[in-house]
């Protein structure tokens, strides 16, 4: 079935790297994409087609994509990066829209 | 740069119809796609659906056919309609343009609305 699958938290001191991992039976057709949630706010986008950043998104994100898992790293983590991450994807058909399931990144 | 800002009420009773606005400023409704998202306290994010400006519709497979998206491009805002409510649908709604790559069946979502949070308790 199409689904995404993220491990449900991740643990990095700071300024270590963080791998966050997402993978799917449709991501070697389709792109990933990454949004970062803190708590109480919605959802922004810090990752784009596998691995272009938006404008304002700081160089320590950075995206992957290889068969079928995609990964956001954030290099030289923050503390100002715990949050929540959702990969995101479109299935098999390109008509339907799916999130994972979400990975809580802990930076302590 | 676009805004999205949802809008309605914060508590809805069983089985009424739950309904919520999305108004779009800082740039046309026009000539795109306009998605709604929820996501219930403390779990992921979920698909609802999409409106194209002209008001052909999808919406997400998984869900029961109780949702209905619409558009008002006279006001620059589209809809959400949710049907016999029930507490498994209290969560924070957001509303969210669909960006596509004309050609490309890929999309993401961004910016998004604030979010609200509807309630659903009698």
């Known amino acids: 079935s199409d689904e995404l699958t993220q491990p449900p938290s991740v643990s990095v001191s700071p300024g270590q790297t963080a791998r966050i991992t997402c993978s799917g039976d449709?991501?070697?057709?389709?792109?990933a994409y990454w949004y970062q949630q803190k708590s109480g706010q919605a959802p922004v986008l810090v990752i784009y087609?596998?691995?272009k950043r938006p404008s304002g998104i700081p160089e320590r994100f950075s995206g992957s994509s290889s068969g079928t898992m995609a990964t956001l790293t954030i290099s030289g983590a923050q503390v100002e990066d715990e949050a929540d991450y959702y990969c995101y994807s479109t299935d098999s058909s390109g008509n339907h829209r799916m999130f994972g399931g979400g990975t809580k990144l802990t930076v302590l | 740069q676009v805004q999205l800002q949802e809008s309605g009420p914060g508590l809805v009773k069983p089985s009424e119809t739950l309904s919520l606005t999305c108004t779009v400023s800082g740039g046309s409704i026009s000539h795109f796609y306009w998605s709604w998202i929820r996501q219930p306290p403390g779990r992921g994010l979920e698909w609802i659906g999409y409106?194209?400006?002209?008001?052909?519709?999808n919406y997400n497979p998984s869900l029961k056919s109780r949702f209905t998206i619409s558009v008002d491009t006279s006001k620059n805002q589209f809809s959400l309609k949710l049907s016999s409510v029930t507490a498994a649908d209290t969560a924070v709604y957001y509303c969210?343009?669909?960006?596509?790559?004309?050609?490309?069946?890929?999309?993401?979502?961004?910016?998004w609305g604030q979010g609200i949070l509807v309630t659903v308790s009698s």
């Open positions: 087609e596998d691995s």
């Open positions: 409106i194209h400006y002209s008001g052909s519709t």
């Open positions: 969210a343009k669909d960006f596509r790559v004309a050609g490309s069946s890929d999309n993401w979502f961004d910016p």
């Open positions: 449709t991501l070697p057709k389709k792109y």
